[in-house]
């Protein structure tokens, strides 16, 4: 659907298997994205793109590679492009303790890795996972940057 729409749509994961998955979804549904297997702390796809999702890979990321994530996601999007990023804070397993507290720190260590390649245009408190018992499995924080 995406490519019928125009897109150029590029899913990438550092996991075979994820990749794998992918594709036998992206089979069921229809014609949509392709797919690649990639760590993008490492390397980066051959192409630029208007608008990236991180819908909650880079808290997997071990600092020492966070600055080459924050690089390399910032060399694959245009300038003024849009970068959702998506960031989980507090799991149900832990009750969510401590939430905002979390939350402050992360934006705060994040602040001086991100903005010298992207705005922060805005940050929004999000939900992430399936809902059991009327809460979600992870809540964060949205991000939504720009490019420089």
């Known amino acids: 659907m995406a490519r019928r729409r125009g897109y150029d749509v590029l899913g990438i994961d550092f996991a075979p298997a994820a990749v794998a998955k992918a594709k036998a979804l992206d089979k069921e549904f229809g014609r949509g994205p392709s797919f690649a297997t990639m760590d993008i702390c490492q390397e980066r796809p051959d192409r630029t793109f208007d608008a990236l999702l991180d819908h909650g890979t880079l808290h997997l990321v071990e600092p020492a590679f966070v600055r ?3 690089r390399n996601t910032a060399a694959v999007l245009k300038p003024k492009g849009k970068f959702l990023l998506v960031y989980p804070t507090v799991t149900r397993k832990k009750a969510f303790r401590d939430a905002e507290a979390k939350k402050e720190r992360l934006l705060r260590e994040l602040r001086p890795i991100v903005e010298p390649l992207f705005e922060i245009e805005r940050t929004r408190d999000t939900v992430l ?20």
């Open 68 to 70: 080459d994530y924050s």
């Open 129 to 148: 996972g399936d809902v059991r018992d009327g809460e979600p499995y992870a809540r964060g924080v949205a991000l939504w940057l720009v490019r420089r």
